[in-house]
């Protein structure tokens, strides 16, 4: 037993004796040696302290400041200066006269009507002008537009000349119908637009007429008809209703130098046909050109809104001139709209436009029939000088042909 216990003692101690030699060897081990360390580039220079000795000055040579170039001021890289965008005013254009302008515009005119006219002579001409040829004329009529009450007059006429004539001979035969055309039309019609006040006032022109019929361009380029006759223009752009119908009219006086006074999107016409004649007066125009709204959901509505344009503009001077814009391609609805109109104010004038696109060329006998006023201007294509002064015998000539 004292064996075994000298024995475990002695293991004990060898035991500590090993573990003492592995740790001293692992204390003595030499650890690495530290990495250099890279100065710090982002402190700071120390600053010398009291009694350190300055640097060595460098032995450079210096120059004086009669020495030092200042930079070329020339040779200075040019700062770019970004002007203002120069905006060049619209170019002022010169209308076409208007002196003869339909006679010229007669080719366009008669493409489009002669039908009319070479329908008839060539009726006319028949050998044997029974009962069934004159209902071929007259039907011939009734489809040009002609109206009822017209055509039947114009008929009757015919039927008598032809049955005192006698012979009838191509020749004898145009003669006829041109001056029973001529007849219909009323050529004592006055058909100068009025643009002349009594007073010492701007000519006012009021312009009504469905949206559609091409009302706002035919008041700018009625525009530039006056323009052409060596008038000052003002344009009140009155149809509020309408979008763009402002910008298109402004656009339209720009092009002939002729302002264009205008409101808000859906603002009051009446005040806007106020503030052009007024302006109209202060600029001593000669004409003040007022479009309006063309509205027709109702007749009340209608006769509402331009009535009191009207009595609002007259606070300055009475209307001299109110000309209805009429589609002629339309043809009868044309005289339904005409109706309208001219309960709800005093129509002087109609303008037909669209003229050159239809054979129905009996509407402008038809709706001067009807209002008894007469037609003043009729447009015969897109050009901007294709608005011209209706005249009978210039028409009927391009209806009937050479």
Not at 359 to 371: F, N, T
Request: hydrophobic share 45%; glycine share 10%; proline share 7%.
């Amino acid at each position: 037993m004292e064996i075994l216990i000298l024995a475990v003692v002695i293991a004990v101690v060898v035991l500590g004796v090993l573990g003492g030699l592995v740790v001293g060897s692992r204390r003595k081990k030499p650890l690495p040696p530290a990495p250099p360390t890279a100065p710090d580039i982002t402190a700071p220079p120390a600053e010398p302290h009291v009694g350190d000795e300055a640097e060595t000055p460098r032995d450079e040579p210096r120059r004086t400041i009669e020495e030092v170039d200042l930079p070329d001021a020339s040779a200075a890289a040019p700062v770019a200066v970004e002007e203002p965008p120069v905006v060049e005013a619209p170019a002022i254009e010169i209308p076409e006269p208007t002196a003869g302008r339909l006679v010229r515009l007669r080719a366009r005119l008669s493409r489009s009507q002669n039908a009319l006219g070479k329908g008839l002579l060539t009726l006319l001409s028949r050998e044997h002008l029974d009962d069934e040829t004159w209902e071929e004329i007259e039907d011939t009529l009734l489809t040009a537009d002609v109206g009822v009450q017209p055509t039947q007059e114009l008929v009757e006429r015919l039927r008598e000349r032809v049955r005192v004539l006698g012979t009838r001979t191509p020749a004898e035969l145009r003669s006829l119908l041109r001056e029973e055309l001529l007849t219909i039309l009323v050529p004592e019609f006055d058909r100068a637009v009025n643009t002349d006040s009594p007073l010492d006032t701007p000519g006012i022109v009021m312009v009504v007429g469905v949206n559609g019929t091409g009302k706002t361009t035919t008041t700018g380029k009625l525009a530039r008809v006056l323009v052409a006759d060596g008038k000052n223009v003002v344009l009140g752009a009155a149809d509020t209703f309408r979008a763009a119908a402002a910008d298109q009219l402004q656009t339209w006086g720009e092009r002939v130098g002729a302002r264009t006074v205008r409101g808000p999107e859906g603002g009051d016409p009446a005040s806007i046909a106020f503030d052009a004649v007024k302006e109209g007066i202060e600029e001593g125009a000669d004409v003040v050109l007022i479009d309006t709204a063309g509205r027709l959901h109702t007749k009340t509505g209608l006769m509402d809104e331009l009535g009191k344009v009207k009595r609002v503009v007259e606070k300055h001077a009475p209307l001299d001139e109110v000309l209805l814009v009429l589609d002629a391609t339309t043809g009868q609805n044309g005289l339904v709209q005409a109706r309208v109109f001219a309960e709800v104010v005093d129509i002087t004038g109609i303008v037909l436009t669209k003229l050159d696109g239809t054979a129905k060329g009996g509407i402008v006998i038809a709706v001067q029939r009807e209002l008894g006023v007469p037609v003043k201007l009729v447009g015969l294509g897109e050009g901007a000088d294709d608005l011209a002064p209706f005249e009978p015998e210039a028409f009927v000539d391009a209806l009937i042909g050479d």
